[in-house]
C-alpha cells in the first residue's frame, strides 16, 4: 500500500485514489448562510478537510449522488437555517453545510466497530441516521421516532455532495449490481419513504385490487410509489400537473390525473363551507372524485399518499375511501393544511403521520431492487459542477423522476 505522503492532497472530481487511501482534502458543493437562497445561488465548490470518522463511522467515496427535495429546503435556509439548528443541536463545529441524502459509492474507511462493511465494498446509502446508542433503541424501539433520529445530509453534516461521504455503518447496505452508479445513487431516500408509507400502517396497507391515490406520480417519491403498488396488485391512480408527466405515468402502468384539468386546490375557510358556499367547492371536488372512479370502474382510494400539502389536503380527506387512510409525509405547497372534518370522522377515516423508514424498511426495499422487483427511476445525470442547476429545476417542478449527479467517475 502506497504512504499516504505520497498521494496528491487532494483528486480532481472524476478521480479517486485506490480504495482504503484517504487524501487529506475533498471537493464539495458547498453551503454558507450567506448564500441561503435559490438553490441555483446557494452552493460553491470549495476544498474542504476530509472529516475524521468515530468508530462506528465509514467514509465513503461518492460515485454519484441523488437528489431530493430536502436538498431545496436546506439550500434555501428555509423554513429552517440548517446550519443554526445543527449548532444550537451541537451536532456541528464548523460553518458550513454539505448536504445530499442519497449516494451510492466505495468503502475507503471505516471505524473498529464497524463489522458489517470492508474497505472496497459497493454500496448504497440510506439516510436514516441516529443515535444506536438511545435506550429507546436499544429497548427495540422503532427508529423513525428515536429522539436521536435525524435525516443525513439534511439534519446532519457531512452528505453526499461531495467526493467523501460520512456515514454510520448501519446506513451502508450493498448495492445492486445490476445498476450503474447513477441509478444506484437515487433510490434510498423515497423508496423506503414510500414502501413505509404503503406497507407499515395495519391494517391500511396496500393489498390486491385496492386503489391509491399518488399526488405528483412523476415525481420521486410517485414513480417508486406507482411501481410499490403495482407491485403489492393495487391500483395506481397518479395524480400530475401536465399531460407530458401523464403520459410518463401510464406508461408506469399508472391510471393518471392532470390535475390542470380541476380548479378547487388550496385551502377551505370555514366561510366555503358554510351550508349556502359549500356547493362552489363541492363540486368541483366531486368532478374530481368522479374522474377517479371513472378511471377505477367505481373504486375510490383506500390510501392517499400525501405529500404536497396544503394545496390538497381538502381533496385528499374528500376522495379517500371510507375506512381508509390518508398518509402523509411532507407539506411542500405549505403546512397549513384544512379539510372538512365530516368526511373522516362520518366516513372512518384515518389520517397518518409517516417520516422515512426503519432499518428493515430499507433492507426490504433495496432488496427488492436487488430482485429487479422494483427500478429507480432516474431520468437525468448531471455533473458534480451543474448540481445548482439540477437542484434548481427540482425547485421549479421541472424535472420527472430522480436526478442524479456524477461526482466520483
Ligand atoms: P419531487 O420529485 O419534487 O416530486 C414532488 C411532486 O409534487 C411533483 O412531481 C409535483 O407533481 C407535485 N406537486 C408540486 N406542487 C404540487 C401542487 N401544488 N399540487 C399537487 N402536487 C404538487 O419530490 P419528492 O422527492 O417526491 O418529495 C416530495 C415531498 O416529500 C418533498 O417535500 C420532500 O421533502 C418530502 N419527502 C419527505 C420524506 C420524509 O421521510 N418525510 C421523504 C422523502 C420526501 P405535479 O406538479 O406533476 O402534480
Given at each position: 500500500?502506497?504512504?499516504t505522503e505520497d498521494i496528491p492532497e487532494i483528486y480532481e472530481i472524476g478521480q479517486l485514489p485506490p480504495p482504503g487511501i484517504v487524501p487529506k482534502y475533498m471537493y464539495a458543493q458547498v453551503l454558507r448562510q450567506n448564500r441561503y437562497g435559490e ?371
Amino acid at each position: 500500500m502506497k504512504n499516504t505522503e505520497d498521494i496528491p492532497e487532494i483528486y480532481e472530481i472524476g478521480q479517486l485514489p485506490p480504495p482504503g487511501i484517504v487524501p487529506k482534502y475533498m471537493y464539495a458543493q458547498v453551503l454558507r448562510q450567506n448564500r441561503y437562497g435559490e438553490p441555483i445561488n446557494a452552493f460553491s465548490i470549495e476544498k474542504i478537510e476530509i472529516p475524521a470518522i468515530a468508530d462506528d463511522e465509514v467514509l465513503v467515496a461518492v460515485k454519484a449522488a441523488g437528489l431530493n427535495y430536502n436538498s431545496v429546503w436546506a439550500a434555501r435556509g428555509y423554513p429552517l437555517d440548517m446550519i443554526r439548528l445543527m449548532k444550537l443541536r451541537r451536532e456541528t463545529n464548523v460553518d458550513f453545510h454539505i448536504i445530499g441524502s442519497d449516494c451510492s459509492g466505495i468503502v475507503y474507511k471505516k471505524g473498529a466497530l464497524v463489522k458489517n462493511v470492508e474497505i472496497g465494498d459497493e454500496v448504497v446509502i440510506q439516510p436514516a441516521w441516529y443515535d444506536p446508542e438511545d435506550p429507546w433503541i436499544k429497548n427495540g424501539g422503532d427508529t423513525t421516532i428515536s429522539k436521536t433520529s435525524r435525516a443525513w445530509g439534511y439534519e446532519t453534516n457531512w452528505g453526499s455532495f461531495a467526493q467523501f461521504c460520512k456515514v454510520r455503518y448501519f446506513q451502508c447496505l450493498p448495492k445492486p449490481i445490476h445498476l450503474y452508479w447513477d441509478q444506484a445513487a437515487v433510490y434510498m431516500l423515497s423508496g423506503p419513504t414510500v414502501y413505509r408509507m404503503l406497507f407499515h400502517y395495519a391494517p391500511n396497507i396496500v393489498t390486491e385490487g385496492d386503489v391509491v391515490l399518488i399526488w405528483g406520480g412523476a415525481g420521486g417519491l410517485g414513480s417508486m410509489a406507482i411501481q410499490l403498488v403495482k407491485l403489492a396488485g393495487g391500483i395506481p391512480v397518479a395524480v400530475v400537473n401536465s399531460e407530458e408527466k401523464k403520459k410518463f405515468c401510464e406508461e408506469m402502468g399508472a391510471l393518471a390525473i392532470n390535475r390542470s384539468e380541476f380548479s378547487h386546490w388550496g385551502g377551505l375557510t370555514s366561510e366555503m363551507l358554510k351550508p349556502e358556499n359549500q356547493l362552489d367547492w363541492g363540486l368541483q371536488a366531486k368532478k374530481f372524485m368522479k374522474k377517479i372512479t371513472h378511471l377505477t370502474g367505481g373504486k375510490l382510494p383506500n390510501i392517499v399518499l400525501e405529500h404536497p400539502g396544503e394545496n390538497t389536503w381538502p381533496t385528499s380527506v374528500y376522495v379517500c375511501d371510507r375506512d381508509g387512510m390518508i398518509v402523509t409525509c411532507a407539506g411542500t405547497t405549505g403546512y397549513f393544511c384544512s379539510f372538512d372534518v365530516r368526511y373522516l370522522w362520518l366516513q372512518r377515516k384515518r389520517i397518518q403521520g409517516s417520516h422515512y423508514a426503519n432499518l428493515q424498511e430499507c433492507i426490504a426495499l433495496n432488496q427488492l431492487v436487488m430482485d429487479k422487483k422494483v427500478y429507480p427511476v432516474l431520468t437525468e445525470t448531471y455533473s458534480f459542477e451543474e448540481l445548482p442547476i439540477a437542484l434548481q429545476k427540482m425547485h421549479e417542478n421541472k424535472h420527472k423522476g430522480n436526478i442524479a449527479i456524477q461526482i466520483g467517475y
